[in-house]
C-alpha cells in the first residue's frame, strides 16, 4: 500500500515537471516566432498554453503583444488586462495597455473618485492577491515564532522581544490580510472585454427592447448580473444596459 | 245755443284728436347683426317723448330730429320725425311698445311694432322696404347734418362668405371667399382690422391680388361694387360642425348723403367721408368624418391623390461616407400634413433630421406639387444594410378609399473605411494621449513568470488559510502545552510530598527484615534511601543534589532545628561509613533503625 502511495507520488512529481518543462518550451516556441514577426504563429503557441489552463503573467502579456501586432485590439486589450489581473505594479502591461486603449472606439471617461479612495486603490493594487496573501503568511509565522519566544524564553529582554514583536507582526498579518482581501474582490470581480466589433446594448434582456448605447470592441465593463444569454454591464462612467453575453469576454 | 257749442266742441275735439298721431315705423324684418332705424312722427307740436321699454333692441344713436311743413289748400300742417337707431339683441319676433308723447291736447301713444329678427347676412330686403320712405322728398325742413347714420349704412357694405364646397370630408380642401359687397358709397381703403383665426383647420391662404379690382355684381335684385378681401383654402382637422370665426374689416370712403332740402338737394348731391367697422356673420360648416372601415394603421389625415418615391445616391460607399436618401410625395391635397418619415437604420448609421423643401401650386380650390424630405445617413460600420421601405397611407377623395403606397427596400453595401475606426476618434484624445498613439507597444517578456492554474487564486485557497491559521493554532497548543507541563510539574512534587511518609516507611520496613537478616550493607542503604528519598520528597528536590552540605543547607532552609539537622547527617554518616566499612567492625543496626525511626517522625512534624 505504501509503496502505491509513493509511486502514485512520484508520477504525479513527474507528470507536474514535465507540464512545467512543456510550457516553458511552448512559450519559448511563441517566444521565437514572435521574433520572426510570426505574430499569428506566436499566438498560436501562447494560446495552446493557456488552452491547458495555465496562466502567468509573462505568457498573458505575450499574447496580448501578439494580438496587438495582428490589430486585433479587443484581444489585446483582453490579455493585457488579465496579465494587469496577476501583476498590476508591473509597468510594461500598463503601458501597452494604454496603447491598446487608445486603439479602441469608445472612450469612457471614468466617473470622478474621491482622491482618498484613489490612494487606497493605488496601495491594494500595488501588489495582486497572491503577493498580499504570501506576506500575510510569512508575517503571521514570525508573530507565531515570536510568542513563542515570548512563552518559553527565560531571559527577560527575549521575553519582551518575542511579545511586542509578535504584535507587531499580527498588525501586519492583518494589514496584509485586509489589503489581500481588497485586492482578491476585485481580482475576482467579473470583468469583462467586449469582443464584437459592436455590440448593442438593451434598455432590458430582450432582443425588443431598445437600445441603451452600442459599445465597440475592447471596451472593459463590469458584470452585474446575468439572465439567460444577457449580462447586466456597467461601465466606469456610471452607465449600465444588457448586453449579449456572446459579445464579450472575461478576464 | 250752448248745446250747439258743445256738440261743436266735441266735433272740433274730435278733429284735434283725429288730426294729433304719433305714428311708428321700422322695417318688418331685420338680420341680427344689422342697425336698422325706428322712426316715429308727431303731426303736431308735441313735447316730452318717451321711448318704450325695449329689452330686445340696445339703442345705438339718435334722436334724430327731422320737422316738416306742409302746406295743403292754404292751411299748413307740420310734423316733426324722431329717429332712433337700433340694433337687435338676438333672433325671432320682437316688439316695440307704443312710445308716447305729450301734446296739447293731451298724452298720445303709438302703434305698436312687431319685427322679425332674422339670422345671417344683412337683409337688405327690410332696409330696402325702409328706402322709398327716407327717399321721400320733405316739405320744407331744414338741411340734415347728423346724416351719418341714417339710410345707407350697413345695409350697403357687408361682408359676403361663400364656400366652393357645401359637402367637407375631414381633410378635404374647401375654398372660402370673402368679398365686400358695397352700395352707394365709393370705398378708398378696406382694411383687414381683426383677421379670423381657422379653429380645427389647416389654412393655406391664397395669394391676394396686388390690385383688387372693384368688378359689379347683383345681389338680391341689386347692383353691388364688390371686392374680393381674402381667399383661403381650408382643411378640415375634425368631423362635425365648425365654425369660421367671423372677419371683422375696416372700410373707409366717401358716400353721397341725399340732401333733405327740396330746393337744391338734387341738383347738388352732397358727399361725407365716413370710416366704418364690417363684420361678417360667423359660418358653420358641417364636416363629414372620414370612413373607419379599412383605415390603415399609419393613418396620419392625408386626403388627396398622391404618388411616393424613394431613391438613394448611392448604393456602395465606404465607412464614415455620407449617403443621401431622397423621399418625394407628390400630388394633390393637404400637403402641411405630410411629415417626414422616421427611419429606423439601427445604431450601425448616424442618421440626421431630413432636409424638407417643396414646391406648391395653390390653385383656385387646391394644392398640388410635391414635397422632398432628403435624409443623411452615415454609415460607421460596414457590412450589408437595407434602407427600410417607407409606407404612405391617404384617403383617395375621388375614389373614397385609403391607398397605402409603398417603395422598395433599398440595398447598401458598406465597405471598410481606409482608415481605423480609432481615426474617428482621435480629435477627441488629449495631448498626452495623441504623442502616445505614435508610440509602439513595449517588447515580450523573455521569461514567462509562474505557471498558475489560470482562475486560480492563492488568496482565499484552503492553502492559504490553512498556512494563515496554522500559527493562530500552534500558539494555541504552545500555550497549552506550555500550561499543562507546569501542571504536571506541581502534580510529581506534590504527590512525592504526599507519599513522602509511606515511601519512607516501606523502606525502613524493608530496612528492619534487612536487620533481622543480618544484611548490613543492604540495611544501610536501605535507611540512606529512606532518609534521602523521604527528605527529597517532602523538599521537591532532585534525587541528583545529595551532597551533604546541599542537604544541610536545604534543612535548615526548611526552618528545622538545628539537632534534627544534625541528628540527620549523623545517622547518614553512620550508614556511609558502615555500608563500606569491613564486616569485622559491624556495629549494631538496632540503634541506627530506631534513631532513623525517631528522626523521620520528628521531620514528619517539622516538615509540614
Given at each position: 500500500m505504501k509503496r502505491i502511495k509513493f509511486a502514485c507520488l512520484f508520477l504525479f512529481l513527474f507528470a507536474a515537471s514535465l507540464s512545467a518543462q512543456d510550457l516553458a518550451k511552448q512559450f519559448q516556441q511563441g517566444n521565437d516566432l514572435y521574433k520572426k514577426k510570426d505574430y499569428a504563429g506566436a499566438a498560436k503557441a501562447y494560446e495552446s498554453v493557456v488552452k491547458k489552463g495555465y496562466s502567468s503573467e509573462g505568457l498573458y502579456f505575450n499574447l496580448a503583444n501578439a494580438y496587438f501586432r495582428l490589430n486585433d485590439v479587443p484581444k489585446a486589450v483582453l490579455y493585457y488586462e488579465k496579465a494587469k489581473n496577476l501583476n498590476p505594479n508591473d509597468e510594461d502591461i500598463q503601458y501597452n495597455l494604454n496603447l491598446a486603449k487608445l486603439r479602441t472606439v469608445d472612450k469612457i471617461e471614468p466617473k470622478g473618485e474621491i482622491s482618498f479612495y484613489e490612494f487606497m486603490k493605488n496601495i491594494i493594487d500595488f501588489q495582486p492577491s497572491v503577493r498580499w496573501g504570501a506576506y500575510a503568511v510569512v508575517c503571521v509565522w514570525i508573530a507565531l515564532l515570536l510568542f513563542a519566544l515570548f512563552l518559553f524564553s527565560q531571559t527577560f529582554i527575549f521575553k519582551k522581544t518575542g511579545f511586542y514583536g509578535g504584535i507587531i507582526f499580527l498588525v501586519f498579518f492583518l494589514v496584509f490580510l485586509a489589503l489581500g482581501w481588497e485586492r482578491h474582490e476585485m481580482e475576482i470581480e467579473p470583468y469583462a472585454i467586449i469582443m464584437t466589433t459592436e455590440s448593442d446594448v438593451k434598455t432590458s434582456p430582450e432582443d425588443s427592447s431598445g437600445n441603451a448605447f452600442v459599445l465597440h470592441g475592447g471596451t472593459k465593463v463590469k458584470i452585474q448580473e446575468n439572465v439567460g444569454e444577457w449580462n447586466y454591464i456597467r461601465l466606469t462612467d456610471g452607465k449600465a444596459g444588457w448586453a449579449k453575453m456572446t459579445d464579450m469576454e472575461k478576464i | 245755443m250752448k248745446r250747439l257749442l258743445s256738440i261743436l266742441f266735441i266735433l272740433f275735439s274730435a278733429i284735434v284728436a283725429n288730426g294729433q298721431k304719433l305714428t311708428a315705423s321700422a322695417p318688418a324684418e331685420v338680420g341680427m347683426n344689422q342697425d336698422f332705424q325706428v322712426e316715429w312722427t308727431v303731426n303736431a307740436d308735441g313735447n316730452n317723448f318717451k321711448l318704450p321699454p325695449m329689452p330686445d333692441f340696445q339703442l345705438m344713436g339718435g334722436p334724430y330730429q327731422s320737422t316738416s311743413f306742409q302746406m295743403v289748400n292754404g292751411r299748413t300742417s307740420q310734423s316733426i320725425s324722431l329717429t332712433y337707431q337700433f340694433r337687435p339683441k338676438h333672433v325671432g319676433k320682437c316688439t316695440i311698445g307704443p312710445a308716447t308723447v305729450q301734446v296739447a291736447s293731451g298724452t298720445i301713444s303709438s302703434n305698436s311694432l312687431t319685427i322679425n329678427v332674422v339670422q345671417g347676412s344683412a337683409n337688405s330686403g327690410g332696409q330696402a322696404s325702409r328706402q322709398p320712405q327716407q327717399q321721400q322728398p320733405r316739405g320744407g325742413g331744414q338741411p340734415q347734418a347728423q346724416s351719418g347714420s341714417d339710410g345707407q349704412n350697413n345695409g350697403d357694405v357687408f361682408i359676403k362668405i361663400s364656400l366652393n364646397k357645401s359637402n367637407v370630408m375631414e381633410g378635404e380642401a374647401v375654398l372660402a371667399t370673402y368679398k365686400l359687397y358695397a352700395r352707394n358709397v365709393q370705398l378708398n381703403q378696406l382694411m383687414m382690422s381683426k383677421a379670423p383665426a381657422y379653429n380645427f383647420f389647416w389654412s393655406e391662404m391664397l395669394p391676394e391680388e396686388k390690385n383688387p379690382q372693384m368688378t359689379q355684381e347683383m345681389y338680391n335684385g341689386k347692383k353691388y361694387a364688390v371686392a374680393l378681401i381674402r381667399k383661403v383654402i381650408l382643411y378640415p382637422q375634425k368631423s362635425g360642425t365648425l365654425t369660421l370665426d367671423p372677419m371683422t374689416v375696416t372700410v373707409a370712403g366717401v358716400k353721397q348723403v341725399r340732401s333733405n332740402d327740396p330746393f337744391f338737394g338734387s341738383f347738388f348731391p352732397e358727399y361725407q367721408q365716413f370710416s366704418q367697422d364690417i363684420k361678417s356673420t360667423a359660418y358653420s360648416i358641417k364636416v363629414q368624418s372620414l370612413p373607419e372601415a379599412g383605415k390603415p394603421a399609419g393613418f396620419s389625415g392625408i386626403v388627396g391623390k398622391f404618388q411616393i418615391s424613394a431613391k438613394a445616391t448611392r448604393n456602395k460607399l465606404k465607412e464614415n461616407d455620407a449617403l443621401n436618401y431622397t423621399v418625394t410625395v407628390s400630388g394633390t391635397g393637404n400637403f402641411s400634413q405630410v411629415e417626414p418619415f422616421t427611419l429606423s437604420m439601427g445604431p450601425e448609421w448616424d442618421t440626421y433630421d431630413p432636409k424638407t423643401s417643396d414646391k406648391l401650386d395653390k390653385?383656385?380650390?387646391?394644392?398640388?406639387?410635391?414635397?422632398?424630405?432628403?435624409?443623411?445617413?452615415?454609415?460607421?460600420?460596414?457590412?450589408?444594410?437595407?434602407?427600410?421601405?417607407?409606407?404612405?397611407?391617404?384617403?383617395?377623395?375621388?375614389?373614397?378609399?385609403?391607398?397605402?403606397?409603398?417603395?422598395?427596400?433599398?440595398?447598401?453595401?458598406?465597405?471598410?473605411?481606409s482608415g481605423n475606426n480609432g481615426n474617428a476618434s482621435v480629435s477627441t484624445?488629449?495631448?498626452?494621449?495623441?504623442?502616445?498613439?505614435?508610440?509602439?507597444?513595449?517588447?515580450?517578456?523573455?521569461?514567462?513568470?509562474?505557471?498558475?492554474?489560470?482562475?486560480?487564486?492563492?488568496?482565499?485557497?484552503?492553502?492559504?488559510?490553512?498556512?494563515?491559521?496554522?500559527?493562530?493554532?500552534?500558539?494555541?497548543?504552545?500555550?497549552?502545552?506550555?500550561?499543562?507541563?507546569?501542571?504536571?510539574?506541581?502534580?510529581?512534587?506534590?504527590?512525592?510530598?504526599?507519599?513522602?511518609?509511606?515511601?519512607?516507611?516501606?523502606?525502613?520496613?524493608?530496612?528492619?527484615?534487612?536487620?533481622?537478616k543480618k544484611d548490613a550493607i543492604a540495611f544501610y542503604t536501605e535507611v540512606l534511601m529512606a532518609l534521602y528519598g523521604y527528605v527529597h520528597d517532602k523538599t521537591g528536590l532532585e534525587m541528583a543534589e545529595t551532597s551533604r552540605e546541599s542537604i544541610q543547607e536545604m534543612l535548615s532552609s526548611k526552618n528545622i532545628h538545628e539537632t534534627e539537622i544534625s541528628s540527620f547527617l549523623q545517622i547518614v554518616d553512620q550508614c556511609e561509613f558502615a555500608k563500606y566499612a569491613p564486616v569485622a567492625v559491624q556495629m549494631d543496626m538496632e540503634p541506627v533503625y530506631n534513631q532513623t525511626l525517631s528522626l523521620i517522625s520528628t521531620l514528619e512534624g517539622q516538615l509540614k
Open positions: - | 390653385e383656385e380650390d387646391r394644392i398640388s406639387g410635391y414635397k422632398t424630405f432628403d435624409y443623411t445617413m452615415v454609415p460607421k460600420v460596414a457590412g450589408d444594410y437595407k434602407i427600410p421601405a417607407i409606407h404612405f397611407s391617404y384617403f383617395d377623395i375621388n375614389s373614397h378609399r385609403y391607398v397605402t403606397l409603398n417603395t422598395n427596400d433599398i440595398p447598401v453595401t458598406v465597405e471598410k473605411g484624445l488629449n495631448k498626452q494621449e495623441v504623442s502616445l498613439l505614435g508610440q509602439d507597444i513595449r517588447y515580450i517578456k523573455s521569461k514567462p513568470g509562474t505557471f498558475s492554474d489560470a482562475g486560480s487564486y492563492f488568496y482565499g485557497s484552503a492553502g492559504f488559510v490553512g498556512l494563515a491559521i496554522t500559527p493562530f493554532l500552534a500558539f494555541i497548543g504552545l500555550v497549552v502545552y506550555k500550561r499543562r507541563r507546569a501542571e504536571e510539574n506541581l502534580d510529581v512534587t506534590l504527590r512525592r510530598r504526599q507519599k513522602a511518609t509511606g515511601v519512607a516507611r516501606k523502606h525502613l520496613k524493608t530496612a528492619n527484615l534487612l536487620m533481622q
